[in-house]
């Protein structure tokens, strides 16, 4: 699965104004469904359960990036937001440093498939040191959507 199948460019943030966790979660669903991405009313019925989501397990992997993600009803495809913060969040990490790249993902509730898919695509370049300097560089919607367009046709960057 590539990025251009999942991420909502519409829903990028480069400059995201929380600083605790919490309230990133929130700006970030909150651009999902003005991007219209999530089922009408939902939002906060979303929000709440990735913030539960993450009470359970942090989602902060280290080295600066953090994926909280849920399954949920209120979707019909996988779709997925990123939020950029310049000056770092905690988001309780497993090395216990700020995070500074957030991809929100949230998939179908009856679809685990594509929900392993999208996952795995979003690990597979968070491991590589050059995406992820390349993605906290990134200052606008539009040099996201570009990486992340290249990331999708070389899977080595």
Do not use: W
Request: with cysteine; proline share 3%; charged share 30%.
């Amino acid at each position: 699965m590539k990025f251009r199948d999942f991420v909502c460019f519409e829903a990028t943030i480069t400059d995201l104004q929380a600083n605790g966790r919490d309230d990133v979660i929130t700006q970030l669903v909150s651009s999902l469904d003005k991007a219209g991405k999530l089922e009408e009313g939902k939002c906060r019925e979303i929000t709440k359960e990735v913030i539960k989501r993450e009470n359970e397990a942090s989602t902060g992997l280290g080295k600066g990036v953090a994926v909280p993600h849920i399954k949920h009803k209120a979707v019909k495809s996988v779709i997925a937001s990123i939020g950029q913060s310049s000056t770092g969040i905690d988001f309780f990490a497993l090395d216990k440093q700020p995070v500074y790249s957030v991809i929100l993902l949230i998939s179908p509730a009856d679809d685990p498939d594509e929900h392993l898919q999208a996952m795995e695509s979003i690990f597979k370049h968070l491991q590589q040191e050059r995406f992820r300097k390349f993605l906290r560089q990134c200052r606008s919607a539009k040099q996201v959507e570009e990486l992340l367009t290249e990331a999708d046709e070389d899977p080595s960057l």
